[in-house]
């Protein structure tokens, strides 16, 4: 297997998340050659598990950031809130425009950035676009899972009819590779890593005539792409099926993803007095709804592999945010 081959294959072109997903392709190629020859760990999800962690660690002073931000808005309150009241009734551009500035004033003074808080969610978003980048087409950044596929190609682009049946196979896909070609293996691969487990079984039973030669392959691409009974490379579970489509390991995924989630929210937002502050409880229990659903959401539709990363992330930084309340219990004491 040569580099050129490495970077040859279908990968994400898109402005920023493109580069970064190759850095991550790097990183997670690393990862799992390390797993798979020193300890003989053939599954994808070992290697998310630990690119997570290394992501959360670089993340910490960061997050520290964070909290030192959100702290300092804490202390900074009241006096906003005076600002507030004293241009109560004054709806006026040049009222307004005072307001503003006395504001940015108290920020100046007790040197505090009011978006301070909200810079790890920037940083984590690109990071996101990035991972699922990597997740969707997992061949295209990570050597040995590419050269099983390339095995495959290479078995079926051997038999008669091959390009006849390649392509009418792709075409009857409901999502079919674009611009695809028989003879490009890049797309051949960016085909088989798109298909489901029943579509695989379809796949089998159209090059049939090698059936002994890609089964094996199919079972060590497997092998690869499961972790506990759920398949990373694809959604973790098919709503499409209904009720018997929850019904499967992969439903642990999103479950796990909202628990870790609602957390995390209750652990991270500033407490506040009960009564004191309506806006802040306001605000608190909105956030205190809306993040796990919107997590739901998106771990629901983005691949399991994906889901992962955002359960060990989201359980790193519960962990974190229990020692960080621990030591600031203390400080305050």
């Given at each position: 297997?040569?580099?050129?081959?490495?970077?040859?294959?279908?990968?994400?072109?898109?402005?920023?998340?493109?580069?970064?997903?190759?850095?991550?392709?790097?990183?997670?190629?690393?990862?799992?050659?390390?797993?798979?020859?020193?300890?003989?760990?053939?599954?994808?999800?070992?290697?998310?598990?630990?690119?997570?962690?290394?992501?959360?660690?670089?993340?910490?002073?960061?997050?520290?950031?964070?909290?030192?931000?959100?702290?300092?808005?804490?202390?900074?309150?009241?006096?906003?809130?005076?600002?507030?009241?004293?241009?109560?009734?004054?709806?006026?551009?040049?009222?307004?425009?005072?307001?503003?500035?006395?504001?940015?004033?108290?920020?100046?003074?007790?040197?505090?950035?009011?978006?301070?808080?909200?810079?790890?969610?920037?940083?984590?978003?690109?990071?996101?676009?990035?991972?699922?980048?990597?997740?969707?087409?997992?061949?295209?950044?990570?050597?040995?899972?590419?050269?099983?596929?390339?095995?495959?190609?290479?078995?079926?682009?051997?038999?008669?009819?091959?390009?006849?049946?390649?392509?009418?196979?792709?075409?009857?896909?409901?999502?079919?590779?674009?611009?695809?070609?028989?003879?490009?293996?890049?797309?051949?691969?960016?085909?088989?890593?798109?298909?489901?487990?029943?579509?695989?079984?379809?796949?089998?039973?159209?090059?049939?005539?090698?059936?002994?030669?890609?089964?094996?392959?199919?079972?060590?691409?497997?092998?690869?792409?499961y972790f506990y009974g759920i398949n990373l490379a694809d959604v973790p579970v098919d709503l499409s099926q209904g009720f018997s489509g929850l019904m499967t390991v992969g439903i642990l995924i999103p479950i796990l993803c909202v628990l870790a989630q609602v957390l995390v929210t209750k652990t991270t937002m500033p407490s506040t007095e009960k009564g004191k502050d309506a806006k802040a409880d306001q605000t608190q229990k909105t956030m205190n709804t809306m993040m796990p659903l919107i997590t739901l959401v998106f771990v629901l539709q983005m691949p399991a592999?994906?889901?992962?990363?955002?359960?060990?992330?989201?359980?790193?930084?519960?962990?974190?945010?229990?020692?960080?309340?621990?030591?600031?219990?203390?400080?305050?004491?």
């Open positions: 297997m040569t580099f050129t081959w490495f970077i040859s294959l279908t990968q994400s072109s898109a402005p920023i998340i493109g580069t970064i997903a190759k850095l991550f392709g790097v990183i997670m190629n690393g990862i799992y050659v390390l797993f798979y020859n020193n300890l003989g760990i053939i599954s994808i999800g070992f290697s998310i598990i630990a690119f997570t962690f290394i992501i959360r660690l670089l993340m910490i002073p960061i997050y520290f950031k964070q909290q030192k931000s959100m702290q300092e808005m804490q202390r900074v309150q009241p006096e906003i809130k005076k600002i507030q009241e004293k241009y109560k009734n004054m709806k006026d551009p040049e009222s307004q425009k005072k307001m503003q500035e006395e504001t940015a004033k108290l920020y100046q003074e007790h040197n505090v950035n009011p978006f301070g808080g909200c810079l790890p969610l920037l940083i984590q978003m690109p990071i996101l676009f990035a991972l699922f980048a990597v997740l969707r087409n997992i061949p295209a950044y990570i050597v040995q899972v590419k050269e099983v596929y390339l095995s495959i190609f290479t078995n079926i682009s051997a038999i008669s009819g091959y390009d006849q049946l390649i392509s009418a196979f792709n075409t009857s896909q409901k999502v079919p590779v674009k611009n695809f070609l028989a003879s490009d293996g890049n797309k051949v691969i960016d085909l088989l890593n798109s298909l489901s487990s029943k579509e695989w079984t379809e796949f089998l039973k159209v090059f049939g005539e090698v059936q002994d030669k890609i089964a094996p392959l199919y079972d060590k691409v497997t092998g690869m792409n592999g994906l889901g992962l990363y955002w359960l060990v992330s989201n359980t790193f930084q519960l962990v974190q945010q229990l020692v960080f309340n621990k030591h600031l219990k203390k400080k305050n004491a």
